[in-house]
């Protein structure tokens, strides 16, 4: 069913359908250039909550059930679900999706997070263990600040390199593409999925190229584009080698939350290996917020950022058709506030995932 | 290639084979009972590192290595590696695997992380993804002392609830059975996994059965057991109504590390529902400390406690034929520090791998 394309790459034959997204995000995402698009923006970053941990599990749970309710999914529906966020022990997932009662399998890449959820969930689907499976992950600024920062309360100051945790979650519902695959010997058994989809896929996961964690000795937590860049640009150059194929093959190749720091970083080191990726680059931190309006510094960042403009902007880009073929690539940077704090490097990690129009 | 039995279960009909595995420790651990058959147990607990993180880190670099040195195999010869640890952000995992250059999924499932890891690296190679993965856990009594309670310059009392954080790191490395899948349409291409093995599979890993975070109210810190007994419970009756199978179809029903207080509500809470697992039933937590001689109170815990005696123990009794099939049950709970001083409770999650001796 699947060919390796290289060390590091998978080519689905028979592509994993995203059937359904959903964002929900807080307020400074609500009122920045996509905020028309998301799902939900609540105007209280606390949601009501007690703390801001289970402000940002409500935000997991509120972007599942959205995404759920979009297409009339029950939980009993989805086989498996995979999960993370940025907080110790990632306690948003736990907390934030229990109740589905959906065997659960917890994952954690920092900000790249999205990516190995979705790759997860897309190897179950293809492999022939599920008919659908789930992914969710969520960042909140407030307990991002406190888990690796510092408390709001403490009112410390940001350099001009410092990312904005992105307050929100993006969820994704996957399904096999059965409809294709059937008469094929190797695919899965008939009837396995017999529901017809209520509206169109959004898009469809071609295959991914899994990063390997990259440690260029950067040591400074508040530059995290710059710890991240050679991680993405590793994986994208990797992706090419492997699947053949050159930038020009893409619409558009999305990182996740390089931000400014991080993109003139990327652009760099591609370009003295002879790759310009300057057109068709884009950065979902540097897309959800507007970086002269919203005082932000280097742009969004968090296992929320990518996601949130994954389900919203990204997804609609694809379904509508105005882009064919995207390279998506969440980018996570591998610290610790303990690790920070005994002088550690901060390792990073990027995952890339080719996604299609349905149309193409 | 793979049968659904149930919501939560996956068979592998080509089973996956086990076909290294290694455990290194620290003195307390290779002072118990199973201290013989540890491959590598240090004196010095702080490895020689600058600090305990960096010591666990070490632990999984060392036990990964140990694992490839035995069989003689290469990093690249390993397509993806599955880590993690009880740190913040699994620090153990990214800062000790990063210079293996393996391509890298993260996760998390507390102590359950082995059976997360060993799930999902089974499921890469069942499903066509990969010929050979590697699966990494971790953990290390000091640094989980400072990470979730308090460090151990502070000198705090431990009810006789409390668990001992096993200090050690499992690492096992799986391949598919290709010998016999071949001649089947559904099976992978010929050749895609040529070399010979140089010994013995130790074990093999007919399928598993994925847990769902179980939430009972608990609120207690110092008795993970308590916390953890209703999903190693629940997994347990999962697995039995997924595969049509009772506790007699199992030489061993082995849980990760529920302790002696754990075990005892495990029982209380099967016998309640008709299950006796009294007479097949053994714990990691309790097998890897003398409860009478260690001082451990209710036993060892952590990602090591059960990596390490499944490494060990438990593959060599499957390897030996002295079992031939089990139930190995990884038992997480899935607390952090900010959500125990925020006055949450303290939910879990257990896996179950179904493991048989190659001669069965």
């Given at each position: 069913?699947?060919?390796?394309?290289?060390?590091?790459?998978?080519?689905?034959?028979?592509?994993?359908?995203?059937?359904?997204?959903?964002?929900?995000?807080?307020?400074?995402?609500?009122?920045?250039?996509?905020?028309?698009?998301?799902?939900?923006?609540?105007?209280?970053?606390?949601?009501?909550?007690?703390?801001?941990?289970?402000?940002?599990?409500?935000?997991?749970?509120?972007?599942?059930?959205?995404?759920?309710?979009?297409?009339?999914?029950?939980?009993?529906?989805?086989?498996?679900?995979?999960?993370?966020?940025?907080?110790?022990?990632?306690?948003?997932?736990?907390?934030?999706?229990?109740?589905?009662?959906?065997?659960?399998?917890?994952?954690?890449?920092?900000?790249s997070t999205c990516g190995e959820a979705l790759t997860l969930g897309a190897m179950a689907i293809a492999g022939g263990f599920a008919d659908v499976t789930a992914c969710v992950t969520s960042s909140h600024?407030?307990?991002?600040?406190?888990?690796?920062?510092?408390?709001?309360?403490?009112?410390?100051?940001?350099?001009?390199?410092?990312?904005?945790?992105?307050?929100?979650?993006?969820?994704?519902?996957?399904?096999?593409?059965?409809?294709?695959?059937?008469?094929?010997?190797?695919?899965?058994?008939?009837?396995?999925?017999?529901?017809?989809?209520?509206?169109?896929?959004?898009?469809?996961?071609?295959?991914?190229?899994?990063?390997?964690?990259?440690?260029?000795?950067?040591?400074?937590?508040?530059?995290?584009?710059?710890?991240?860049?050679?991680?993405?640009?590793?994986?994208?150059?990797?992706?090419?080698?492997?699947?053949?194929?050159?930038?020009?093959?893409?619409?558009?190749?999305?990182?996740?939350?390089?931000?400014?720091?991080?993109?003139?970083?990327?652009?760099?080191?591609?370009?003295?290996?002879?790759?310009?990726?300057?057109?068709?680059?884009?950065?979902?931190?540097?897309?959800?917020?507007?970086?002269?309006?919203?005082?932000?510094?280097?742009?969004?960042?968090?296992?929320?950022?990518?996601?949130?403009?994954?389900?919203?902007?990204?997804?609609?880009?694809?379904?509508?058709?105005?882009?064919?073929?995207?390279?998506?690539?969440?980018?996570?940077?591998?610290?610790?506030?303990?690790?920070?704090?005994?002088?550690?490097?901060?390792?990073?990690?990027?995952?890339?995932?080719?996604?299609?129009?349905?149309?193409?």
């Open positions: 069913m699947e060919r390796f394309l290289g060390k590091a790459s998978i080519r689905l034959e028979s592509p994993v359908e995203v059937i359904s997204s959903a964002s929900v995000v807080g307020s400074k995402e609500g009122e920045g250039p996509l905020g028309a698009l998301f799902d939900k923006a609540w105007e209280d970053d606390s949601l009501g909550a007690k703390n801001w941990e289970e402000a940002e599990s409500l935000l997991q749970k509120e972007a599942l059930g959205k995404a759920m309710d979009k297409i009339g999914m029950k939980p009993e529906e989805i086989q498996y679900l995979f999960a993370g966020d940025l907080l110790g022990q990632s306690i948003a997932s736990s907390f934030g999706l229990g109740e589905f009662q959906i065997p659960f399998f917890g994952i954690y890449g920092a900000c600024f407030a307990s991002a600040e406190r888990e690796f920062r510092f408390p709001l309360e403490y009112g410390n100051q940001r350099p001009l390199s410092a990312s904005w945790t992105v307050t929100g979650s993006g969820a994704f519902i996957l399904r096999g593409n059965f409809r294709k695959a059937a008469g094929k010997t190797e695919g899965p058994e008939e009837g396995m999925c017999e529901r017809e989809p209520e509206r169109k896929p959004l898009a469809r996961i071609c295959g991914m190229t899994v990063g390997r964690i990259e440690d260029y000795g950067i040591k400074d937590s508040m530059n995290m584009g710059a710890c991240m860049a050679p991680a993405a640009a590793s994986t994208i150059l990797q992706h090419m080698e492997d699947w053949g194929r050159r930038p020009e093959d893409y619409d558009q190749i999305i990182t996740g939350d390089l931000g400014s720091v991080g993109r003139t970083a990327l652009l760099d080191f591609l370009r003295e290996r002879g790759m310009d990726l300057e057109e068709r680059h884009s950065d979902c931190g540097m897309l959800i917020y507007d970086a002269e309006r919203q005082d932000v510094h280097a742009g969004g960042s968090g296992c929320g950022c990518c996601a949130t403009v994954l389900a919203s902007y990204v997804l609609r880009q694809l379904r509508e058709g105005f882009w064919k073929r995207i390279l998506f690539l969440p980018t996570g940077a591998l610290l610790s506030k303990t690790s920070f704090n005994e002088g550690k490097t901060v390792p990073a990690i990027c995952h890339a995932l080719v996604l299609e129009s349905v149309d193409s």
